[in-house]
Structure formats: C-alpha cells, structure tokens
C-alpha cells in the first residue's frame, strides 16, 4: 500500500509503498477514507535527533476517518464497512484519567512506549491503517468521511479547550481567538454555538481574517504589534475573557497576555514555543495560564453530534496522497485556508 512516511531526521516527508498492515487480536483494520494534515506533523519533522520518543520510519496523519475492513479476533460492536472517526490521543485504557475517557491525559502512555498514530504510531496518511482498540473508534453516522475527519484534532482540541471556560464566557463577555487557520476558524464556529460571547479573531493575513469573519467572528483584526491595543479598545478597556491561542509563538503568547481580563482563561493551544510568565499583577489578577492536549473520547463524540447538527463545518482542501509532500510544503509556508485533507485511496 501507499503510505507518507517521515524517514529520516531533517528531510521531507515521502510517499512509499509499504506491506499491507495485518490486522491482529483485539485491533482493528480500517480502509481509510480520509487524513488530515497538521502542524503538529511539522513540528515533529523539525525536532532534533535527540528530541525524538520513537523510530523512523513514521507514517504520518493523527487524524483520520476510514471504512472497517477486517476485525481482529474478539473485536465487536463494529462491522465490516462501517465508517469510523479515529479517537487520536491513545492511551492505556486502564488508569485513572483513561477510566474517564481521558486518554489524552494518560498517566501511563509515556512509561508504556504507547503513542498516538501519526505521532508515534503508524498514522492515517496511508491506504489502510491498523488501529489498536474498537474503543478508539467512534461511528460517523452520516457524517461526510471528509469533512469530518479534522474534527479529530482541529474540532476536538478547540472544543475540549472552550468547553472548560465555559462559565466565564456568560453573555457580554468576550472571547478572542489568535490564529484562524485549521483549528481555529473551528474554534470561532465554536464559540458561535456554544455561547453567546463577542468573537474577536486575530491573524496575520486578510485572507485568513476574510475566513474568520465567513464563519462567524463579530470582529475580525490584523496581528501585529496593536493587536493588543485593538482588542483593548473593542472591548471598553475590560480585556477578554478568554483567549484561545493557537499559534503559541513568543508574539501571539505576549498578545494573548495583554488582552486577558481580570479572573479570564489564557488557553495556549499552539506549540510554537512561547511562554507567559506568571507573576503578581502581570497578567491580570487572578488569570488563569493553561495548554490542553487534545480532549477526551466523549468530546470527542460531542463534537461529531455539533456536526450532525450543523453547527460546525470545517473550510477543508482536498489533496490525492501522491501531493502530500507538496502539502506540507504549502502548509508550513501558510498557503493553506482552513484545514488540508490527504485522500489515501481517493
């Protein structure tokens, strides 16, 4: 089969042909539908040697959508030909935080060697996929294959981080959103649905803003250095009380802290590597400082349910498995508008 595989520290990614996965006890074989193409997977094709948890070669994709093919021996609740979302963040099944379905805050993965497919694991960006446990699958139930499969990560990772501030986003309160790419424009969307909060997205691009505003911010501002000063002044002064930062970059970190109210969330859901030092009176009073991971397997559920119902809809780019390559080039350059999608078989 085809797969895209990162091979070697440093270089490109490559599509290979590969021996076709056999599924085994307990696991399951998934023709897959749909990847989709994250910079996570950037971040991790740029970590030194040293940095690396796994081996090479890696089979990319940590989100991904499939059709069952074959079930493992004692495998049910799934049938052949069903179509499935795969919960992304495994874990070990049987630990505390995996009791409650948290298996993206497993207590016990790092110490088990197990990881995410894409991540670690044999991922999605491939023709067909072997995924460790049926709990790991959630049905799509009439959900398109393929606008479905970034709700995964760039659905669930902006739903799990919304849904725990919930109660401060009561109605007059604000919500600002830097970085309106995949995860995102999802989160504006979001937002839009779950609460009754004024949306300010930030970017860098009008293109990228043109994108906010589609999908329902009620302001949308320019990223730069009066960011900060802009969304002070939208606000009355008062500030945000929650800013979802999904860039994570030192600039977007320091915008996100100048703009947070007092008693609001600072949620860094970007892996770019800035910090916010917390300290007395800087940021606000009272301000709380968090990076999620993820979500848990019934938000993730959840978050397919918002779909079912129209309430969220991921802008998505469509690519044959053979231009992967060229997509990351293009996602890592930021010519990508809303969320890239590999067909493996298509």
Not at 11 to 33: F, Y
Not at 333 to 341: H, M, T
Request: proline letters at 7%.
């Amino acid at each position: 089969m085809k797969a895209v595989q990162y091979r070697e520290i440093g270089a490109a990614p490559q599509v290979v042909t590969v021996p076709d996965p056999e599924v085994g006890p307990g696991q399951v074989l998934l023709r897959m539908t749909a990847a989709g193409v994250c910079h996570s997977d950037i971040a991790v094709m740029s970590m030194p040697a040293e940095a690396l948890r796994f081996p090479l070669p890696l089979t990319l994709g940590h989100e991904g959508v499939g059709a069952v093919a074959a079930l493992g021996a004692g495998v049910s609740g799934f049938a052949v030909g069903d179509e499935v979302a795969v919960y992304g963040p495994w874990g070990c099944g049987s630990c505390a935080k995996c009791a409650q379905g948290k298996e993206n805050y497993c207590l016990r993965a790092a110490g088990l060697g197990i990881f995410p497919p894409g991540l670690g694991a044999p991922g999605a960006m491939a023709q067909y996929m072997i995924v460790d446990d049926p709990r790991h699958l959630v049905p799509l139930d009439g959900l398109d294959p393929v606008a479905a499969v970034p709700l995964t990560d760039a659905g669930l990772t902006p739903y799990h981080a919304i849904k725990r501030s919930l109660p401060k986003l009561v109605p007059g309160a604000t919500a600002v959103v830097i970085g309106t790419g995949g995860l995102g424009h999802v989160a504006i969307q979001l937002l839009r649905a779950m609460t009754t909060a004024r949306v300010i997205a930030l970017d860098v691009t009008e293109e990228k803003l043109a994108l906010a505003r589609a999908v329902g911010a009620h302001e949308a501002v320019l990223s730069d250095a009066r960011a900060a000063a802009t969304v002070r002044e939208l606000t009355g002064g008062v500030g945000a009380e929650l800013v979802l930062d999904f860039v994570g970059a030192p600039p977007t970190v320091a915008t996100a802290g100048a703009v947070a109210a007092v008693e609001a969330d600072v949620t860094l859901v970007g892996i770019g590597g800035g910090t916010l030092p917390v300290g007395f009176g800087s940021p606000a009073y009272e301000v709380s400082v968090s990076s999620p991971y993820w979500g848990s397997r019934s938000e993730l559920s959840e978050v397919l349910a918002l779909a079912r119902a129209g309430s969220v809809a991921v802008h998505v780019e469509t690519y044959g498995i053979d231009e992967a390559p060229l997509v990351y080039e293009r996602l890592h350059a930021g010519k990508i508008n809303g969320r890239a999608v590999i067909l493996p078989n298509g």
